[in-house]
C-alpha cells in the first residue's frame, strides 16, 4: 500500500527560529492535506494542496506541493511557542472500493525552546 | 455544531474484557475512519467506511470490529482485550476533503 514518510521525526528549536518537514510519498497523490496535533489534542486540519508546484500561506507558515506530487513541505518562519505540537501530512489512497481514503504521514514534533 | 462527537473520553479495562467505543458524526460525510495513536507515534488506521453498510481493513485491524449500520455512527469493537491495545483511539469523518476528528478517548488494558 501507499506509505507517506515525514522528517525529520523530531525538531527541537529556539523560539523564533525556522522549522520545515518534509513529506514524501510512495505514490504520486491527487492532493496532500496538512494537519496539526496540539500536545493532548487531536489533530486539526490546515490546509489541501491540489496542484503541481502549488505553493500557499497561511500567515507564517507556508506549504508546498512538489512538482511530481509525491511531496509536500511545511516550513514555519519565525517559530512561537503557540507553533509547538504534532505536523502529519496526509494523502488519499485508493480503496478496495475504487474511492480513496485518508494516509497519514508518520508526523513531526516540534518542541519549542523559549 | 457538534461535529464529531467520541464517548466515552477515558476507559479502564481488564485484560480480556470487551468494549465498545462510539463515534457518532452530524455532517452527513461518508467517510469515516478510526485511527489509534500510541505515545509519541503517528496515527496507524484501524478500520475505515466509505458509507453506510461498506467498511474495510486499515493496518492495524486485529483485535477490532467495526459496523456502519448509518451514515452517522461508526462504532468499534474491541474483543478480549490485551495491554497492547493501551492507545489514544481517534475517530474521523470526512466527504472526502479535510477530515474532522473527535476528541479522542484514552484506553488504558491492564
Known amino acids: 500500500g501507499q506509505q507517506v514518510m515525514q522528517i525529520p521525526q523530531y525538531q527541537h528549536v529556539q523560539e523564533g527560529e525556522d522549522f520545515t518537514t518534509y513529506c514524501n510519498s510512495s505514490?504520486?497523490?491527487?492532493?496532500i492535506q496538512w494537519y496539526k496535533q496540539r500536545p493532548g489534542g487531536h489533530p486539526v486540519f490546515l490546509i489541501q494542496?491540489?496542484?503541481?508546484?502549488e505553493v500557499k500561506k497561511q500567515k507564517r507558515l507556508t506549504f508546498q506541493f512538489g512538482e511530481a506530487k509525491k511531496n509536500s513541505s511545511l516550513h514555519i518562519t519565525a517559530t512561537q511557542t503557540t507553533d509547538v505540537g504534532t505536523y502529519f501530512c496526509?494523502?488519499?489512497?485508493?480503496?478496495?472500493?475504487?474511492?480513496?481514503?485518508?494516509?497519514f504521514g508518520t508526523g513531526t514534533r516540534l518542541t519549542i525552546i523559549p | 455544531n457538534a461535529g464529531v462527537t467520541q464517548t466515552p473520553k477515558f476507559r479502564i479495562l481488564k485484560i480480556g474484557q470487551s468494549m465498545t467505543l462510539q463515534c457518532t458524526q452530524d455532517?452527513?460525510?461518508?467517510?469515516m475512519y478510526w485511527y489509534r495513536q500510541d505515545p509519541g507515534m503517528g496515527l496507524k488506521l484501524i478500520y475505515y467506511?466509505?458509507?453506510?453498510?461498506?467498511?474495510d481493513k486499515g493496518e492495524v485491524p486485529n483485535g477490532y470490529n467495526v459496523s456502519r449500520s448509518t451514515t452517522e455512527d461508526f462504532p468499534l469493537r474491541l474483543e478480549l482485550a490485551a495491554p497492547s491495545q493501551t492507545s489514544v483511539y481517534f475517530c474521523?469523518?470526512?466527504?472526502?476533503?479535510?477530515?474532522?476528528f473527535g476528541q479522542g478517548t484514552r484506553l488504558t488494558v491492564v
Open positions: 505514490t504520486t497523490l491527487s492532493n
Open positions: 494542496l491540489v496542484k503541481s508546484g
Open positions: 496526509a494523502g488519499p489512497e485508493k480503496t478496495n472500493f475504487g474511492n480513496e481514503k485518508l494516509t
Open positions: 467506511s466509505v458509507g453506510a453498510g461498506i467498511t
Open positions: 474521523a469523518s470526512s466527504h472526502g476533503r479535510e477530515a474532522f
Open positions: 455532517m452527513n460525510h461518508n467517510y
